[in-house]
């Protein structure tokens, strides 16, 4: 076994990673850009590497660096984790060039998998049951539109290059075609510097269910059972879940099967997981399922995995690259219970998952009952030039019924505020109809958004009340008879306190009822934080100056956070109405529209396409119509 490894990532997986090579005896060594100096994983790590300033491309992307970084810390090994150059193909040619051990598949296996229409040629000739669609070289808009015609509306257009949801359309009808298209190609390119893209027919109802697999250098090749993976937004994961709901031993067996036979055609090697498209129209059917794409890395939510099977996956990527035969055979791997991962985000959803950056001020999560793999620690810095991942929250029960209900009692039980996050969102999406039931599809999250993004009614009040308790607990001295609380002897408290969020008004009740769900902090004089279900609510008591601007809706579209300006939809003399998307911003990895805040004309235009953007800064200027 090698006696360092330098992961080349940061955030959680980073930490995750440390986490197995220290108990295997490993020394664990990170790099970090400019923006992550003082982050957890660097903290963490038995030495650090300085690649550049907080751009990906200038840091994190950098395979000199990272190699160089290598040769100064002493490391014999590299792990990439997720995503930046987990699957770059030409980066795990370096690292075994320069003598290190690679912990991943090989450069042949990544560059097979890594665009999707050869993966799905790779397929086919396997005998894996694939979508129609368009996988050619040709790539006009003329022919992508013929083609798609061909396959029958609606299809899904998808970049061939990368992964993560990113460079992923779905288009209805031929009319919005084009747009569709272009906004693909231009996120693909963005995202993986190839905007090709293939055509695939859309299943109306689809699940995703994904087959763990681990091959060794010896021919070994072996499943760690499935995964679902459907509660999605925009392509992107937000729950997972193992095994998959409603799975039966027949299915199970055509699906790893399946996925056995994508992995043994590129004689796979380390942690792999072939991704399936599933008809969710009805029952698991062996016969309605689809290959997708093959990741060829560490999954995020492979502790979902680990949880049903007892077995550290990180620890089989490095025995397996180490040069050791699989841990263990086909026959030996059990599985047993239910698992749940929730992704803990900085993110407001209630203003389009809008991402939030800034200070965590309090972070504190009671771990007995669940796993926390968590990148960030209270008084850490979430930087704007990164996704939006904090933290993964993992429970694993007897069933699922238990693990739902266990999942939303720690999502509750965490205190996590200084910065938005979808904490409450996620407890809502457990409790959702469709997702309690296990009646599962991709579309759960678009078909309730606005009840799965906005706090439950009531909960404002609750929140008061808890403040309200809050603050007169923390004015009450050792004097009783000196706090004027409303106190009465033989009879009940009655007093309320005024207190004010954002724009609103509201009496907080010190007397009302506790919740085992709710709690709040005194955070200064008549300040104060209450958290209920998840969600942050935050009061001051009238006479503390209060900027209402953004409540009333201003001139100016800023910009919510620091990016890029990828499309404009605005220029002077135009007329708009509230809520029309004006222009696009790509920041933290996705694109955010900024809509105008209330009807007029459009005065000035500040920027160009392309522009590097600081957080408030002026893009749009409104006037009112003549």
Same mark, same amino acid.
């Given at each position: 076994?090698?006696?360092?490894?330098?992961?080349?990532?940061?955030?959680?997986?980073?930490?995750?990673?440390?986490?197995?090579?220290?108990?295997?005896?490993?020394?664990?060594?990170?790099?970090?850009?400019?923006?992550?100096?003082?982050?957890?994983?660097?903290?963490?790590?038995?030495?650090?590497?300085?690649?550049?300033?907080?751009?990906?491309?200038?840091s994190?992307?950098?395979?000199?660096?990272?190699?160089?970084?290598?040769?100064?810390?002493?490391?014999?090994?590299?792990?990439?984790?997720?995503?930046?150059?987990?699957?770059n193909?030409?980066?795990?040619?370096?690292?075994?060039?320069?003598?290190?051990?690679?912990?991943?598949?090989?450069?042949?296996?990544?560059?097979?998998?890594?665009?999707?229409?050869?993966?799905?040629?790779?397929?086919?000739?396997?005998?894996?049951p694939?979508?129609?669609?368009?996988?050619?070289?040709?790539?006009?808009?003329?022919r992508?539109?013929?083609?798609?015609?061909?396959?029958?509306?609606?299809?899904?257009?998808?970049?061939?290059?990368?992964?993560?949801?990113?460079?992923?359309?779905?288009?209805?009808?031929?009319?919005?075609?084009?747009?569709?298209?272009?906004?693909a190609?231009?996120?693909?390119?963005?995202?993986?510097?190839?905007?090709?893209?293939?055509?695939?027919?859309?299943?109306?109802?689809?699940?995703?269910?994904?087959?763990?697999?681990?091959?060794?250098?010896?021919?070994?090749?072996?499943?760690?059972?499935?995964?679902?993976?459907?509660l999605?937004?925009?392509?992107?994961?937000?729950?997972?879940?193992?095994?998959?709901?409603?799975?039966?031993?027949?299915?199970?067996?055509?699906?790893?099967?399946?996925?056995?036979?994508?992995?043994?055609?590129?004689?796979?090697?380390?942690?792999?997981?072939?991704?399936?498209?599933?008809?969710?129209?009805?029952?698991?059917?062996?016969?309605?399922?689809?290959?997708?794409?093959?990741n060829?890395?560490?999954?995020?939510?492979?502790?979902?995995?680990?949880?049903?099977?007892?077995?550290?996956?990180?620890?089989?990527?490095?025995?397996?690259?180490?040069?050791?035969?699989?841990?263990?055979?086909?026959?030996?791997?059990?599985?047993?219970?239910?698992?749940?991962?929730?992704?803990?985000?900085?993110?407001?959803?209630?203003?389009?998952f809008?991402?939030?950056?800034?200070?965590?001020?309090?972070?504190?999560?009671?771990?007995?009952?669940?796993?926390?793999?968590?990148?960030?620690?209270?008084?850490?810095?979430?930087?704007?030039?990164?996704?939006?991942?904090?933290?993964?929250?993992?429970v694993?029960?007897?069933?699922?019924?238990?693990?739902?209900?266990?999942?939303?009692?720690?999502?509750?039980?965490?205190?996590?505020?200084?910065?938005?996050?979808?904490?409450?969102?996620?407890?809502?999406?457990?409790?959702?109809?469709?997702?309690?039931?296990?009646?599962?599809?991709?579309g759960?999250?678009?078909?309730?958004?606005? /009840? $799965?993004?906005?706090? +439950?009614? !009531?909960?404002?009040?609750?929140? =008061?009340?808890e403040?309200?308790?809050? @603050?007169? #607990?923390?004015?009450?001295?050792?004097?009783?008879?000196?706090?004027?609380?409303?106190?009465?002897?033989?009879?009940?408290?009655?007093?309320?306190?005024?207190?004010?969020?954002?724009?609103?008004?509201?009496?907080?009740?010190?007397?009302?009822?506790?919740?085992?769900?709710?709690?709040?902090?005194?955070?200064?004089?008549?300040?104060?934080?209450?958290?209920?279900?998840?969600?942050?609510?935050?009061?001051?008591?009238?006479?503390?100056?209060?900027?209402?601007?953004?409540?009333?809706?201003?001139?100016?579209?800023?910009?919510?956070?620091?990016?890029?300006?990828?499309?404009l939809?605005?220029?002077?003399?135009?007329s708009?109405?509230?809520?029309?998307?004006?222009?696009?911003?790509?920041?933290?990895?996705?694109?955010? /529209? $900024?809509?105008?805040? +209330?009807? !007029?004309?459009?005065?000035?235009? =500040?920027?160009?396409?392309?522009?590097? @953007?600081? #957080?408030?800064?002026?893009?749009?200027?409104?006037?009112?119509?003549?």
């Amino acid at each position: 076994m090698f006696q360092s490894v330098l992961v080349a990532n940061r955030g959680e997986i980073a930490c995750r990673i440390f986490r197995t090579a220290r108990a295997m005896g490993v020394r664990p060594l990170a790099v970090y850009s400019v923006a992550d100096a003082k982050a957890k994983h660097v903290r963490e790590a038995d030495g650090a590497f300085l690649l550049g300033p907080a751009p990906a491309q200038e840091s994190y992307l950098r395979h000199d660096r990272v190699l160089e970084a290598a040769r100064a810390l002493g490391a014999e090994a590299i792990h990439p984790g997720y995503g930046f150059l987990s699957e770059n193909a030409e980066f795990a040619e370096a690292v075994i060039a320069a003598g290190l051990i690679w912990i991943g598949p090989t450069p042949h296996a990544i560059r097979a998998m890594g665009l999707k229409d050869e993966a799905k040629r790779i397929a086919i000739a396997a005998g894996v049951p694939v979508l129609a669609g368009y996988q050619g070289e040709e790539q006009s808009e003329k022919r992508l539109l013929k083609e798609a015609k061909a396959i029958g509306f609606p299809v899904l257009i998808k970049a061939i290059a990368g992964g993560g949801g990113r460079g992923i359309r779905e288009v209805r009808a031929a009319d919005e075609f084009a747009s569709q298209l272009a906004s693909a190609q231009r996120e693909a390119k963005a995202a993986f510097g190839d905007d090709r893209v293939l055509i695939e027919k859309l299943v109306q109802r689809p699940r995703h269910i994904e087959v763990q697999v681990f091959g060794d250098k010896h021919g070994g090749l072996v499943h760690l059972f499935e995964r679902d993976c459907s509660l999605q937004r925009r392509r992107q994961k937000v729950i997972e879940e193992a095994p998959a709901p409603g799975m039966t031993d027949d299915v199970r067996a055509a699906m790893t099967g399946a996925a056995l036979k994508v992995a043994g055609a590129v004689a796979y090697e380390n942690a792999g997981t072939v991704e399936f498209i599933v008809d969710g129209g009805g029952p698991l059917r062996a016969d309605r399922f689809w290959f997708l794409e093959m990741n060829t890395r560490l999954q995020v939510e492979h502790p979902v995995t680990e949880a049903i099977t007892g077995l550290d996956l990180v620890e089989w990527q490095f025995r397996i690259a180490a040069g050791e035969k699989l841990p263990l055979d086909q026959a030996d791997i059990t599985a047993s219970g239910h698992a749940l991962e929730a992704r803990i985000c900085a993110e407001d959803p209630g203003e389009s998952f809008r991402p939030s950056i800034g200070r965590i001020e309090v972070f504190d999560a009671y771990e007995g009952a669940m796993r926390l793999d968590a990148g960030f620690d209270a008084g850490d810095s979430i930087p704007s030039s990164y996704d939006s991942l904090i933290a993964k929250a993992i429970v694993h029960r007897e069933d699922r019924e238990e693990a739902c209900a266990a999942l939303v009692e720690e999502l509750y039980a965490i205190d996590f505020f200084g910065v938005r996050s979808n904490i409450g969102f996620l407890a809502r999406c457990v409790h959702n109809e469709a997702f309690a039931s296990a009646n599962l599809h991709t579309g759960i999250i678009a078909d309730g958004l606005e /009840a $799965l993004t906005q706090a +439950r009614e !009531g909960l404002l009040q609750r929140a =008061a009340d808890e403040a309200a308790d809050a @603050l007169l #607990e923390a004015r009450r001295g050792s004097d009783p008879w000196a706090l004027a609380d409303g106190w009465r002897a033989q009879s009940q408290q009655s007093a309320w306190v005024a207190l004010q969020h954002e724009a609103q008004r509201i009496a907080g009740d010190p007397g009302a009822p506790a919740f085992a769900d709710q709690r709040a902090f005194v955070t200064g004089p008549g300040s104060a934080i209450a958290v209920v279900e998840g969600e942050v609510f935050v009061f001051i008591e009238p006479g503390a100056h209060f900027d209402l601007e953004d409540a009333a809706g201003g001139d100016d579209i800023k910009a919510p956070l620091p990016g890029k300006l990828v499309a404009l939809a605005a220029q002077p003399g135009q007329s708009v109405k509230k809520g029309e998307a004006l222009a696009m911003l790509e920041a933290m990895k996705m694109e955010h /529209a $900024l809509k105008a805040p +209330r009807d !007029g004309v459009i005065a000035s235009v =500040a920027v160009e396409v392309g522009a590097l @953007l600081k #957080e408030g800064q002026v893009l749009v200027v409104l006037e009112p119509q003549a």
